[in-house]
């Protein structure tokens, strides 16, 4: 005869509360429930998180394929833009006013930085002083977990795997001077740690973050085929070769080769 366990045991098995909770990134990795808070800004409101802006550079959220759940991380998160393109899970915990039911969760992306202001307290308006893990989400993801009348509510929030449709996506800029490509739809950990590009008539050429995921160098690579070698976050590398054909333009954007799981 099995005997029965205890309600609230039995609650914290089923909702994962309090026992770390591991969730799979792409690499085998591996990370657990931390507490933080957050906070949401209105989509009337003109703000990088709605506007298409964003530390990250990644323009248009929709075109670029990150919709509306997305977030701007506190300095202690973001990385100097290391972070971008990351997902997290969060849950509005510990507030029985304004967390909603259940405590259901939602995914959201990294695609902006939320800056300190240390000239307000950390529970009136300095809610990205560093060293706070804070996450500044959009409208939309935050009535996800909580009640539009609130203000800052704590949360759990770990790093999990990003599910993105088709493979990466390289849009290039630049000049005769210089090359710059923006990465996004980056699946797995999300995140690009480094990046090198490759000319027909050159060999690997290290690129170095400009700002949030746009990567530059000084090259001329203007009439041929490019290939990018891509390290994620996790340090997994894909080469992506003939990304873009020779005649090539700028602002035109390509799709290449993914991360697998």
């Excluded at 939320?114 to 009535?143: I, K, Q, T, V």
């Excluded at 400009?210 to 390290?231: H, I, K, M, Y």
Aim: glycine letters at 14%.
């Amino acid at each position: 005869m099995v005997t029965s366990l205890p309600l609230f045991l039995l609650l914290l098995l089923l909702c994962g509360v309090g026992f770390g909770g591991g969730v799979r990134l792409g690499n085998g990795g591996y990370e657990d429930w931390r507490l933080g808070t957050a906070t949401y800004v209105k989509e009337s409101q003109a703000h990088p998180l709605n506007d298409g802006g964003g530390a990250c550079g990644y323009g248009d959220l929709d075109i670029f394929r990150y919709g509306r759940y997305t977030a701007g991380l506190s300095a202690a998160l973001f990385g100097r833009g290391s972070a971008c393109g990351g997902c997290y899970e969060l849950r509005c915990v510990n507030d029985i006013r304004w967390c909603l039911r259940a405590s259901p969760t939602v995914v959201v992306t990294a695609t902006d930085f939320c800056p300190a202001n240390m000239g307000l307290a950390d529970e009136a308006g300095g809610w990205c002083n560093f060293p706070r893990e804070h996450l500044e989400l959009s409208e939309a993801a935050f009535l996800r977990v909580a009640k539009a009348k609130a203000n800052i509510v704590p949360v759990q929030f770990r790093r999990v795997s990003c599910d993105r449709a088709g493979g990466m996506r390289f849009t290039i800029t630049g000049s005769a001077h210089f090359l710059q490509v923006l990465i996004t739809n980056v699946a797995a950990d999300g995140e690009v740690a480094a990046v090198k590009v490759k000319g027909s008539r050159t060999g690997w050429i290290p690129m170095g973050r400009n700002w949030g995921q746009n990567w530059q160098c000084d090259a001329d690579l203007r009439g041929q085929p490019l290939s990018f070698e891509v390290t994620g976050g996790r340090g997994r590398t894909v080469t992506a070769y003939s990304v873009a054909p020779a005649d090539w333009m700028f602002a035109q954007t390509f799709e290449g080769k993914q991360f697998a799981e």
